[in-house]
């Protein structure tokens, strides 16, 4: 059998395999281990990290896809001092592989600009790093796309990400009037989650104002009483972010 097609079926062997990476590159590390003299179990042992990195880096590519955040931000960036309501070396807990393990829950309220989404992105990134299913999604987008389905079968395919991913952040609820079906909504996906799979929820809305926002108050009731069974809330205060170095020019008077 001449070397052509040795070469040949081994390439289609490592297409059959599935072993993309070391197809690409057994050549470059043969030709390496020639020249170097390389130990056939170092060798192997190379090819086969390659493909297990490669291998690591396109399933990152696609949790990081999947989660659909709106931006990537870390806890490294984040100024805990103007925020003295979390101190770091707490909210470092909820970066920690318990978070998720535990089904635990985290709720950041306070007004626009003061870096609810930034914390939450954040717990979130360091969850996908760790190979584990994120969803991010803000609440009135999950709501319209909800109730534009047409079908319960369609309704329960939007919602089956939402329910079984390793963790869950739900954006911006309360900013906008919410349609009555909210109230159940939230509390399917919730109920689903409780105790087994971690959320984060950021909102605008005491606790206090829940009930008024979701038009139910026995449902919002139910609804905290399982966030805070195993979570935690924070209120965060003080000026927005984005307008903290900003001054405002009215102009001269007349």
């Not at 989404?117 to 790093?129: K, M, N, Y």
Request: aromatic letters at 10%.
């Amino acid at each position: 059998m001449t070397e052509a097609v040795l070469e040949f079926d081994l390439d289609e062997a490592l297409k059959r395999l599935r072993l993309p990476r070391i197809r690409a590159c057994w050549k470059e590390w043969a030709d390496r281990a020639a020249r170097e003299e390389m130990p056939f179990g170092d060798f192997l042992r190379s090819l086969i990290s390659d493909e297990v990195a490669a291998r690591e880096e396109t399933k990152l590519r696609r949790l990081l896809r999947q989660a659909n955040f709106p931006f990537h931000k870390t806890s490294e960036e984040f100024d805990f001092r103007l925020q003295p309501q979390i101190r770091r070396q707490v909210f470092q807990s909820y970066l920690e592989d318990s978070f998720v393990r535990e089904g635990r829950s985290l709720v950041l309220i306070g007004q626009p600009g003061l870096g609810k989404t930034h914390l939450a992105v954040a717990v979130g990134l360091r969850v996908v790093h760790r190979f584990s299913t994120v969803r991010f999604v803000v609440v009135q987008e999950l709501v319209n796309r909800y109730l534009t389905s047409e079908t319960q079968k369609q309704r329960a395919r939007i919602l089956k990400p939402y329910k079984r991913c390793d963790l869950l952040i739900l954006d911006e609820f309360g900013y906008l009037p919410h349609e009555p079906e909210l109230a159940h909504l939230l509390y399917e996906i919730i109920s689903e989650r409780y105790e087994r799979l971690a959320t984060v929820i950021t909102s605008n809305k005491s606790l206090k104002e829940w009930g008024r926002v979701l038009g139910d108050t026995a449902l919002a009731s139910a609804l905290i009483d399982r966030l805070m069974h195993h979570g935690d809330v924070y209120y965060l205060k003080g000026k927005s972010y984005r307008l903290r170095d900003k001054t405002v020019n009215v102009g001269d008077e007349a």
